[in-house]
């Protein structure tokens, strides 16, 4: 299964659909949601792996595809990741593996594409 | 994939297995689940959307497809399904999100069989 | 221990502070919160009462308090509080029990408040 | 402070309210979880180290100083509650960690009750 | 779909990669996560029932599965199975039943490879 | 109420009390979480600021505590500091918002106790 592609044209897709249909406070929402991972005094790497770090204790396997595709295009390189994961493994504990299998599956998903030269744009 | 059937099969599979070989306490649960949405002095879609509300901040993606076909059923409207998400969104966080996507992915499967005069029967 | 003037003196003078000193995204964030419980398709009542439910499941003191005497100023009757507390107790289960204790232990200050004639401003 | 006695107050006095004025379905909950606890296939024991687990993964300090109670009343020994705290600890992850003081206090409480000979009636 | 296999064979690709790639901080995770369940004061059969009952209430299915195939090799009955299922209903809610389903399918696959004489082994 | 070192007193009694009494696979868990967030090829202040955002968007106050007096000694901004919880707020939502509210009260304990030249040690 092509993890990014798919999780790419679900979220597109979808995302037109709740900003076209729905209110003012979710176009809001999801505006805010943009920009909290902008450079401000943080950088957008320490930012990215933030994000990814919480996706991981939160369990969210399609925020956790999301932030590693960030990371990736940030720069983060693979050891960089694991020492990210494994701060979400230790605060989260064993429930997190299967989210920390998806995130290094993803994580090698990017890096064939990077490869390939393919786009990883999200 | 048609949403509403696959979790219609599996969820009526399921639970007729659990209800046949668990024990009374389990039985005594389901039944207490389905008497809570029922009318009292607070009718049935109120209770509805609280359900929705409360599997979304919860990130349950099955009983977010039962409760908005349980809204559908009762006539919620798009403009008050997507004020009862935004409610879930702005509490429970952009980790949310994934899962408000299945929301209005679902909302659209069942105004689609409402268009084509099938039952959403759950 | 008066739950609501303890909570409501220091929400104030945190969220002062918060506004003050935290940047913009954080005082977007703070006005979509207060906005998402204002009257639309839904009334403020039903929306009160989902954010009761959340917060419950959720399992947050603060925001069960918060909400209680939202419900109370909005003329939610007892009854339909046990109702709404029933659904996430059925939701959420036994670990949200010592929570619904906070909140009928709140709903009888607010009520000892309303009875005396005191404010319920927050 | 006397983590179990004050404990065991609140406990009473708001689940007196809570039966007193909820309505049916809290009141068949609050029996649902009663009898879950009683002896079927599975000992007492084993339920209650359960319950203990759960309501630690679950970072309930209320449901932890309950099943603490009821485990040290079932004979629980201290080796007993350190394996069982670990299983919970490696789960749940650090998060867990000051949910794991709380239960080691209040074991230690109920030892200190226990050696005074002192009622853990709960 | 053969709930077994799938997982199985998705948990070993990614855990070796995991451990290949991973520092020696999740390394000695992944050991400590082995050796908890192992035999000390407590039976290994009650530490997987314990295991069982907090992936459910944590609401991880990859977790439940896990816990599942190892509770039937270490004999756990299918009263106890349902026991054990009920505490985590009432601990955690219907918003566990999603995974209380999968438990049970994942049950059916277990017993049908048994009955065929099939490798458990995980 | 002096936040602070009412935690850190609590802290040390218990962990010395729960590195005595409990097993090999506790005290090895302890010395995980400790060593995760050293320098690695992420510096300490990186971590540490995932540690707070991991413990906001979980809403462990205890954990918050621990990570803001561990991030002041590392000397992070009050702008780096308000820019990581607002991206636990986005992720975690509005359920987050008491838990900043006593991450920025622990932030102004260890700022004064900096002025007045008093030890943060933790």
Redesign the interface.
């Known amino acids: 299964m092509d993890i990014i592609e798919e999780f790419k044209r ?2 597109e897709r ?2 037109a ?2 900003l076209t ?3 003012l ?2 176009k ?2 999801f505006a ?2 943009d ?3 902008e450079k ?3 950088d957008v790497r ?2 990215e ?3 990814l ?3 991981t ?7 956790i595809v999301y932030h590693v595709i960030r990371c990736v295009q940030e720069g983060v ?4 990741f ?17 989210h ?2 998806r995130a ?2 993803t994580l ?1 998903q990017c890096r064939e594409k990077q490869r390939k030269g393919e786009s990883l744009e999200v």
Request: net charge negative; aromatic share 6%.
């Open positions: 679900y979220r979808m995302n659909e709740i249909r729905g209110g406070g979710i809001r929402f805010l949601d920009r909290v991972y401000g005094v943080l320490t930012k792996l933030m994000g770090v919480a996706s204790v939160l369990r969210c396997n399609d925020c390189s693979d050891a960089e694991f020492e990210a994961l494994n701060v979400a493994l230790v605060v989260g504990g064993s429930i997190t593996i299967p920390i299998r290094v599956e090698d």
